[in-house]
């Protein structure tokens, strides 16, 4: 009876929520539980390493076990592993409406070539956005993960003495935290830069979904590794990696020439991090940029700043600067998070709580959002033999069902051919997709063009002079014009010391002068006469100082045996209050 009461306690206990996190030279783990009164951090561990050395993945578990963490309840809760950077796949896709195991092979299949690693054998979840931008289709986020990194994750944990539950990714924890947030508007556009040691996420959640998101290898770690390497040739001797951490938190990034600190001044400061902050700084730039222009919005609510770089002093000026965008560093135990009062919580997290923020969040979700890692049936169904002896005869029986459920399914709908059509229609979406952003991105690129040439237009000098305008001149060549005469080209050519940069100098008279090009069909007086009546309708014109003929050319068409004129004048404009030179009307010899 006794044995009976202990499992059947066991099994309505509720268990403590556990998110790790492994990066290359920093490991953490944080534990949140939910009680009555909502969410409280119940333990937390971080491990860097001090030297600067990569993590040998062998020492995990012995790093785990001597922090002591069974006693906090590490070891009974349900471990999700967060997976970021290059190890993991995501792509957002619009696909027609089908179940989700159907989509995760079709988008496998599909997608086979984009993925740095095979998804035929790799562990997949989709999260279901919304709506796409078609009738008939939704917009989903397909993560992944190869084979060997979820078992290599597996077993890390494993052998660590904690209960894997499953990988899920920075998104998921960043749409927990908005969900459960009093600060955070949850239909509001929310843009996260999570700073990290190694990398650097860029996420755009609208409505508590993922509309953007962008990881690129540049984290914080790279600031103090710049300035050891780099003052090694500076004139006040090498910096270590341990003091240059310790200037970066306590002095921060040098903003202006202010800033000071005992070791160094502003000016080599800037130069010691230029390479790094120059990279963080295009990368940030540029992923709202292209936010903004491929998915026609620009207005973000909110920029929060998070990860390990948030808690450098200065960080959120720096980001602020780069992507035009106010941002404030965010603190989810600020926020609706309560840290557990009494032994050392309280002191070891309210300094580093940016850091534990995507953790936190993810301890939250529980991989309920998305899990690249979904244990199989028959897996939990061992699992559930393992632990409970007296349900393996209904465990069987479970099974049994399920291998016959299985093969009357693939018996009767044919999922192969199911999947083949449904891979040709995803394909083809797929193709219409790339080319929508294709076209958006030059849009995009036009719209600049244009900007830039309004700029030039603008940049243009007024003509001086009353009722100079460019079209009064064009209508007043054009009014002098007889019936059997075209204008066949109308140019302005500036002076040398025009306040227009980019122009090209024009061979002909120099000054602010229209160059006009016509044609005069006709017999050979008829065509002198009517060349000699545009120069003298020209000169009576208020508008020109100077009339000069250039050269005439004679053609004849050979279809029609039709003579023609080919002429040019030079125009004289009045420059500022001065007028040019009026020289007298010359004729250019004849062409034959």
């Keep these: 009876m006794g044995g009976i009461l202990r499992r059947a306690l066991a099994l309505c206990s509720i268990r403590s929520n556990v998110a790790i996190s492994v990066g290359s030279k920093a490991l953490r783990l944080v534990n949140v539980k939910r009680n009555f009164s909502g969410f409280e951090l119940d333990a937390s561990f971080s491990y860097k390493s001090i030297s600067g050395s990569s993590i040998d993945p062998g020492n995990i578990p012995a790093i785990i076990s001597d922090s002591g963490m069974a006693g906090n ?28 195991q159907e989509a995760i092979t079709a988008l496998k299949f599909i997608e086979r070539d984009a993925a740095p690693f095979s998804l035929t054998e790799a562990g997949a979840d989709i999260w279901i956005l919304g709506e ?34 499953g990988v899920s990714t920075v998104t998921a924890g960043l749409s927990a935290l908005i969900r459960h947030s009093r600060r955070i508007d949850t239909r509001s556009t929310v843009l996260f830069v999570n700073i990290g ?17 962008r990881e690129t290898q540049i984290g914080a770690g790279h600031f103090p590794q710049a300035i050891t390497h780099n003052s ?9 990696l341990e003091e240059a951490q310790s200037i970066l938190v306590n002095y921060g990034l040098p903003l202006s020439e202010s800033w000071a600190c005992p070791r160094l001044d502003a000016r080599k400061m800037k130069e010691y991090v230029s390479q790094p902050s120059h990279r963080l700084e295009s990368e940030i730039s540029r992923s709202i940029e292209f936010y903004r222009n491929t998915r026609n919005a620009s207005a973000i609510d909110q920029a929060l700043l998070i990860g390990e770089g948030a808690l450098l002093k200065n960080m959120d000026g720096f980001v602020s600067e780069a992507a035009g965008v106010d941002f404030i560093v965010y603190d989810p135990f600020d926020d609706f998070i309560k840290i557990k ?46 632990r409970h002896p007296a349900l393996t005869g209904l465990t069987a029986l479970i099974l049994m069902m399920t291998i016959a459920f299985s093969i009357w399914s693939i018996m ?13 229609k995803v394909s083809s979406l797929k193709r219409k ?29 007024q003509l001086s002079g009353v009722g100079h305008d460019w079209n009064l001149i064009f209508s007043d060549i054009a009014s002098s014009m007889p019936a059997n005469s075209a204008l066949t080209k109308c140019s302005i050519d500036f002076s040398d010391d025009a306040p227009i940069s980019g122009l090209k100098k024009r061979k002909g008279p120099g000054g602010n002068r229209v160059r006009l090009e016509g044609i005069i069909v006709g017999a050979n007086p008829d065509r002198i006469a009517e060349l000699t009546q545009i120069y003298y309708r020209l000169s009576s014109s208020s508008l020109f ?20 004129l080919n002429f040019e004048i030079w125009a004289g404009l009045p420059s500022g209050s001065s007028k040019l030179a009026s020289p007298s009307p010359s004729i250019g010899q004849q062409g034959s």
Excluded: W
């Design 232 to 240: 090694r040739r500076g004139p006040n001797g090498p910096i270590e």
């Design 132 to 165: 796409g931008g078609a009738p008939g289709k939704i917009r989903v986020m397909l993560s992944a993960l190869s084979k060997n990194e979820i078992l290599k994750r597996k077993d890390r944990l494993r052998n660590s003495g904690l209960n894997f539950c």
């Design 197 to 213: 040691d190694d990398y650097t996420g860029i996420y755009i959640l609208k409505d508590g979904v993922p509309v953007f998101t």
């Design 433 to 461: 997709s790339f080319l929508y952003e294709n076209l958006l991105s030059r849009l995009a690129v036009a719209e600049n063009r244009n900007r830039g040439l309004k700029d030039t237009i603008d940049s243009y000098p």
């Design 73 to 100: 309840g590490f070891v009974k809760a349900n471990v999700i592993d967060l997976a970021c950077g290059p190890v993991l796949f995501n792509k957002i896709v619009d696909i027609p409406k089908m179940r989700k």
């Design 412 to 424: 009767i709908s044919k999922i192969d051919e199911r999947i083949y059509l449904l891979s040709q």
């Design 341 to 386: 009062t009494g032994d050392q919580t309280i002191s070891s997290v309210s300094h580093c709580g940016p850091a534990l923020a995507s953790l936190a969040g993810l301890a939250i979700d529980r991989g309920r959002t998305l899990n690249v890692a979904n244990l199989k049936n028959r897996r939990r169904a061992a699992l559930l033999i393992r």
């Design 545 to 564: 100082n100077s009339i000069s003929i250039g050269k005439t050319v004679r053609t004849t068409d050979k279809n029609t045996d039709t003579e023609m």
